[in-house]
């Protein structure tokens, strides 16, 4: 079953903009995580959320968290034509054994 | 280096054959994890394990097998039951527990002819 649902489904940019990617989710959770992942290749970890956060950053990177609404976002500044790739949440639900689901992912594709 | 490796990169096979993905670890990591991907999709999980000789199936696991006879390895068989087999295979690995980064491997494509 897919618990993050990533918005939108595709985003192109020009290089230098900064691009938002918002993730929803269903269930309580332990916490959240991003990951990237280029063309015909494993994922990256990015970064994790935990449930009790709202805010956090990591580099070029800016992550929120929203419980109340069961949805983050995912912010890249400044981006770069090497920042083209799909970016996927996946949470850990509350009771899930520690087991991730992912969504299905947001393809950003910067331009030069 | 650390890391997770999978092969082989590209596998081709033919309708009614079994055949084995490799995964192995050298981060020392209680919980492996198999996941299937179809273009344009997310992951969906095949099979995990959390400790050696232990392993649970995913939201797909009809059609394939593991095992998890070491630590450093979890190869995942996709059997003829597996109706539409063509996909990219993705190996993962975490400690165990909450706050679990997951390393994946590279990957391997699989083909049915």
């Known amino acids: 079953s897919q618990q993050g649902e990533e918005d939108p489904q595709a985003l192109s940019i020009q290089e230098g903009e900064n691009a938002t990617m918002n993730c929803s989710y269903k269930t309580s959770i332990n916490n959240l995580q991003w990951y990237r992942q280029n063309s015909g290749r494993g994922l990256v970890h990015l970064i994790l959320i935990r449930s009790n956060e709202r805010e956090k950053h990591s580099g070029r990177l800016r992550v929120t968290l929203d419980t109340s609404k069961k949805s983050s976002s995912l912010l890249i500044t400044a981006s770069r034509a090497a920042d083209t790739a799909s970016y996927f949440c996946a949470t850990d639900g509350k009771g899930s054994n520690y087991k991730l689901t992912f969504g299905k992912g947001t393809l950003l594709t910067v331009n030069p | 280096d650390g890391g997770i490796t999978q092969s082989p990169k590209y596998l081709f096979r033919k309708e009614g054959q079994n055949v084995t993905l490799s995964c192995e670890q050298n981060?020392?990591?209680?919980?492996m994890y198999w996941y299937r991907q179809d273009p344009g999709q997310g992951l969906r999980l095949i099979y995990y394990?959390?400790?050696?000789?232990?392993?649970q199936k995913g939201d797909i696991a009809e059609g394939y097998s593991v095992s998890r006879e070491k630590k450093e390895s979890f190869p995942l068989t996709v059997t003829s039951a597996q109706k539409n087999p063509t996909a990219f295979y993705l190996c993962a690995s975490s400690i165990y527990g909450v706050y679990n980064e997951q390393f994946f491997g590279p990957g391997t494509r699989l083909t049915v002819l």
């Open positions: 981060l020392n990591h209680d919980a």
């Open positions: 394990s959390q400790i050696v000789n232990d392993f």
